[in-house]
């Protein structure tokens, strides 16, 4: 007879072969490498290549025709479209063949997610085989995934280090330090969960996660700065205005409530933005109320787009293990609602995007989740005061 745990990783691994079974039956291998000279990889790969060739990638004056010669996504922005550390961290891959570095960051990145999620759902869902099937054919089949992966995007390094972070934040600290590091790759995407996670350090004393976290991200700043010491001028001036647009284009709450009402719209996002915090903040930063943290980050992120939101599937997990510890029922249909809408929800906004040719109302999906998550960790402490 199986263990409850051998059950969990057969439960898990038939999931990633579904996602897997996805990916080639519907010919997103075939569409990743047709695409590979255009993806949001190549793009960000340009600029370790230039950097290691000795071009400027923040030359207003030369990037386009770099980007153009290198053979990689036409540049949106009139210079680099990341901040220099991106581009240092993709040093060792800009060694490569851009095909043969796209690949191997593919492999590594979705690997290393599928195992950091493994461990997130052991942790937190054990003995729910079935949340551990729907979560792996998630992590690989979800809209969010088969967009990112097409894309070569960041997404499942940024599964891989949040579901990390949450899990080592207080047992291993200085290991949870090393993976904080991934969000500098996009920081607009944790500008409140990584002070929520900053205080959670100092409140609980974890100095070696500070030291780790605080010290290694100075010093890559510091040695992409000494690189690249004019970025921040030419990227404010050639990129941030098309990140940053007014109104807001990109899957962001605001976007979409602009696109629904107009501009009051963007005022109402903002004060929805507000009320998130605040609600968050009531939840803290103990046990699920830092994964909660993670999603009210997504909401209140100033620009992203959905295959971003492939991170909904790290606190779904950590809030469904909240709900698990009074009723496993409970927790399977809140694993089933946010898996189900991941799955096909995400995929019908993202159809309507392609007939509007904008994605802006996918911006409201953070959202969504964050309420959802809050109604279910509200659920769980009336399970608890009912039982004291």
Request: charged share 10%.
């Amino acid at each position: 007879m199986r263990s409850p745990r051998r059950r969990d990783d057969v439960a898990f691994v038939l999931g990633l072969a579904l996602g897997v079974g996805v990916i080639v039956a519907f010919g997103f291998v075939e569409r990743r490498a047709e695409l590979l000279h255009l993806s949001d990889f190549s793009g960000v790969w340009a600029g370790a290549r230039a950097m290691l060739e000795g071009s400027d990638p923040y030359d207003a004056a030369t990037w386009h025709e770099t980007a153009l010669r290198l053979g990689t996504q036409p540049p949106d922005t009139g210079v680099y479209g990341y901040p220099p550390w991106a581009a240092v961290a993709f040093l060792p891959l800009a060694l490569l063949p851009l095909s043969v570095a796209s690949w191997l960051w593919q492999g590594v990145t979705m690997a290393l997610a599928a195992l950091a999620l493994r461990a997130l759902l052991a942790r937190h869902v054990a003995g729910l085989p079935i949340a551990h099937t729907l979560a792996g054919l998630t992590l690989l089949a979800s809209q969010p995934a088969l967009t990112a992966f097409v894309v070569g995007q960041w997404s499942f390094l940024l599964v891989a280090a949040n579901a990390a972070l949450l899990l080592w934040i207080d047992r291993a600290p200085a290991r949870a330090g090393v993976t904080a590091l991934a969000m500098l790759a996009k920081p607009q995407l944790f500008l409140v969960h990584a002070l929520a996670v900053g205080w959670h350090a100092l409140r609980r004393r974890r100095w070696s996660f500070i030291v780790v976290a605080g010290g290694a991200g100075l010093l890559l700043v510091a040695v992409a700065w000494a690189l690249a010491p004019q970025w921040l001028s030419a990227y404010d001036t050639y990129a941030r205005p098309n990140r940053l647009a007014d109104p807001p284009r990109s899957a962001v709450l605001a976007a979409a409530a602009y696109d629904a009402i107009g501009r009051p719209g963007i005022a109402l996002a903002y004060l929805a933005i507000a009320a998130v915090v605040v609600l968050a903040i009531r939840f803290g930063t103990a046990g699920p109320g830092l994964a909660l943290w993670l999603v009210a980050s997504l909401v209140a992120a100033p620009y992203s787009w959905s295959y971003d939101q492939l991170l909904l599937l790290v606190p779904l997990v950590v809030v469904a293990g909240a709900l698990a510890r009074r009723s496993a029922r409970e927790a399977m249909l809140l694993v089933l609602a946010g898996t189900i809408f991941l799955l096909f929800g995400s995929g019908l906004l993202y159809a309507l995007a392609i007939v509007r040719h904008r994605e802006t109302f996918t911006g409201i999906v953070p959202i969504l989740f964050f309420a959802l998550f809050a109604a279910a960790l509200l659920r769980a402490r009336a399970f608890a005061t009912g039982d004291a």
